[in-house]
């Protein structure tokens, strides 16, 4: 990790327009993992909403929102995966 840090900032330092250059394919699947991990956000929140319409405790209300912001991250992370895999 220390060797990728050092690395990255010889790089920045030698050719600074390289340095942070990501092609069509990384920004793509990156907004393709986001997608869905709005999509997942989205269902979290809608369904923390209906707990606090239904006069859920406060607590799993919050919880519910919680896990949402959890699941919609690994979701974003884990399709970008996927979709790196795949080649997409």
Do not use: C
């Amino acid at each position: 990790m220390i060797l990728a840090v050092v690395s990255h900032i010889l790089i920045a330092v030698v050719n600074p327009k390289e340095a942070d250059a990501l092609d069509e394919r990384d920004r793509l699947i990156s907004l393709r993992g986001e997608r869905v991990g709005g999509y997942v956000l989205a269902v979290g929140v809608f369904a923390g909403l209906v707990f606090a319409m239904i006069e859920v405790d406060h607590f799993y209300v919050a919880q519910t929102l919680l896990l949402s912001l959890v699941l919609a991250q690994a979701s974003d992370e884990a399709s970008k995966i996927v979709l790196y895999r795949r080649g997409s």
